[in-house]
Each structure stands twice: as C-alpha cells, then as structure tokens.
C-alpha cells in the first residue's frame, strides 16, 4: 500500500515481466452526472483521478512510465489501459519513454453505459496498448494458445468482452467496491497471452486487484500497488479465496494449425468453465480436462472441443457444443447451454 512511483523506485531495476497498468482516467467531470429519472450515476468522481491540468497529469504519467520501464526486464512488456480522455496522452508517453508499441486492443464492452445526456454516441469501448521495452526486444506472445482460445482463429485486436455485472462486480454496503473495476476476462487473456507460469507480474493501480486474482489463478507472481486502504481491503479478501491451477491445468497449446459467434475460450476466460474441469462425451464414456487456454487435453492428445470431440469418437468432424457435457449437481449439463448463457449476458444492461 502507498504511491505506485515510490514503490516502483524501491524494486530492484529488471525484475518484473510484465506490467499491467490502469491508470486514472482524469475524466474532468464538472458536474454530477444524472439518468433522465433524475437518479445521479455512480461516475469516476474520485481524488485519485482529479488533476489540476493536462500538464499535471502529463507529469505523473511520465514519472509513473519512468519507473515502471526501470523495473521492466530487459524483455519485457507493459500494457495500459484507459478511454478517450487520457489513452492518447498516455500512449504519446509512452513513446517518448522508449517503448516500442506492439498493437493497440480495442475492448468492446459488450453491455455499455449509454449515454445519458444524448448528446454524444456512447462509449462502448477502451483502448490497451501492448508495447515493449524497446523495438529490439525479444517480448513473449502466446500465439498458439491465443488462437486455441479463439477455436484455431487468429485472435484479432479488437475483444468483445462484457463489463463487470452481477456476481464479479465487487460491492461494499451494496455499493460498487471501485468504480472502474475490469472484468477477469480481460485480465485472463493479457496474462495467458504475454506471460508464462512463475512470471512476476505487476499492477501499479491495483484497485480491487483483478490482475492479482487473475495471475494467482494462472500461476504467476504478482505485485499490486494500490494507496487506497479501501480498495486494499476489497482486493485482500478477493485474492485469498482464490484457489490457483496447478500442474497440466496450466498447459497450453504450443502450436498446430447471425448470432456472435463464441468461442469456448470465452467461456474459459469468463470463469463460467475453470481449467482443470472435466468434460464428458458420450454419457460418460469419454473425459477431457479443459486448459487454460481453452483447449481440451484427452489421453496424451489436445485440441479443440470440436477436435477432441471428433477424435473420441473416430469421426471426420464434431460439434463439441453438443458432443460435451459438464457435470453440475450430479447431472451432465451440455456446453451449448453454458454457450447459451455467454451469448445472453452480452446484452446484459450494466
């Protein structure tokens, strides 16, 4: 607990893989925000994200970059994350300290706060921005197990991924614990995609520490910053109920080639499905393990749903959807189903 600038400048220089950052916003809200009932909306209106000007919060992104760019190692990455207000200014930072952008992510939110005022189209999205240390870097990507997650497609830039709802959004007193909080999912697919098992990992505005809940579920080490003794409470309580995977649960693929369509992978990330649960095929004459990257791992062979679905049964081709199913309660659940509750929470209101 304490200032991320100061807290960075006492690790030791090149010791942490990865940096996942989410700074303040510095949304400049002037007035209350209302809903045309009347009722007020539960806006950023926080001290952590005022700042007198743009060269105030200019000054603080460069001195948080410079220290989180010393303790980077010599391969690592960094990724940020913010909306319209200050992606820009942070992403030019970034630049002028020397790191080398690697892609732009845009997260479609896929149940958005609608624009109350009408007066602007309404923000369905942020931007990340993935960038190494420097052009030369050797940074790590998990090409394959990002496209086993996406059913053996290229996984693009741009992720449909629903806000925090329901049981993930974290409340104290019936209030939303943070009002910024991200959805695991998003956690879980930077994570699988850019470290591996025992990286160290580090948020420098933790928050209610999604990047330390998700990591500690991945297996990686993790260091959240956070100076709010509120939210360090919320993200305490989190992280320790949270059991981590082990062993072959963290496997994932090395390589081998109307309605929104949806990935298993989603359901994987989502939490809906945990790695390391067991699939049945075929009543029960058929198990898989589902991975962490949403891949499936029978008798010495992985795949796909769909591939190891075909694979149990001698086929040419399977639908995985229907062929497996999850226990629940003692009774065999088919992943359609699961898929059918995925699809609905899309248009789910925030």
């Given at each position: ?8 400048n006492?690790l ?23 809903r045309?009932d ?6 950023v209106?926080d ?8 060269a105030?919060?200019?000054s ?8 989180a760019?010393?303790i980077?190692k010599?391969?690592?990455?960094i ?5 319209y ?10 630049q ?8 732009d992510i ?9 624009n109350?005022?009408g007066t602007?189209f309404?923000n ?23 496209k086993?997650m ?10 449909l991924?629903?806000?925090c ?5 974290l ?19 930077v994570l ?7 990286d160290?990992?580090l948020?420098p ?11 500690k579920?991945l297996?990686?080490?993790w ?8 939210y360090?409470?919320?993200?305490e309580?989190?992280i320790?109920g949270l ?7 963290m496997?994932?693929?090395?390589g081998?080639r109307?309605?929104t ?10 939490g809906?499905?945990r790695p390391?649960t067991?699939l049945w095929?075929?009543?029960?004459r ?8 949403g ?10 749903i ?8 001698g086929?040419?081709s ?6 497996w199913h ?11 189903s699961?898929r059918?509750?995925?699809r ?7």
């Open positions: 607990m304490g200032d991320c600038i100061a807290a960075m006492a030791p220089e090149c010791s942490v893989d990865l940096v996942f950052a989410d700074p303040p916003y510095n949304l400049q809200l002037a007035h209350e925000l209302r045309p009347g009722s007020q909306v539960d806006a209106d001290d952590w994200d005022k700042f007198d000007t743009f105030t919060y200019d603080f992104t460069r001195a948080w970059l410079k220290a760019r010393r980077l010599p391969y690592g990455a990724w940020t994350i913010g909306s207000h200050n992606i820009f200014r942070v992403g030019a930072a970034l002028d300290a020397g790191f080398w952008v690697l892609n845009v997260w479609r939110k896929a149940n958005p706060m609608p109350f005022k602007r309404t369905a999205h942020e931007t990340l921005i993935w960038a190494s240390k420097s052009e030369n870097s050797r940074y790590k990507f998990n090409y394959h197990a990002m086993a996406n059913e053996e497609l290229q996984m693009r830039s741009d992720w991924i629903p806000i709802t329901g049981g993930e959004r409340k104290t007193d019936g209030v939303k614990a943070h009002p910024t909080q991200k959805p695991e999912a998003l956690l879980y697919r699988l995609a850019c470290t591996e098992p025992g160290i990992v948020d505005f933790f928050g209610t520490g999604t990047t330390g809940a998700v990591a579920l297996g990686r080490q260091i959240g910053i956070e100076r709010e003794e509120k360090v409470r919320v993200a309580k989190r320790a059991l981590p995977l082990s062993g072959g649960d496997a994932v693929s090395q081998k109307g309605e369509r949806i990935p298993f992978g989603s359901l994987v990330e989502s809906m499905v390391g067991r095929g075929g009543g029960r058929h198990a898989a393990e589902v991975r962490a990257d891949s499936l791992a029978m008798e010495g062979k992985t795949g796909s769909h591939q190891l679905g075909a694979a149990a049964q086929l040419p399977c639908n995985g959807w229907t062929f999850i226990e629940e309660e003692g009774a065999l659940v088919p992943l359609d699961k059918s509750l995925y609905a929470g899309l248009g789910d209101a925030p």
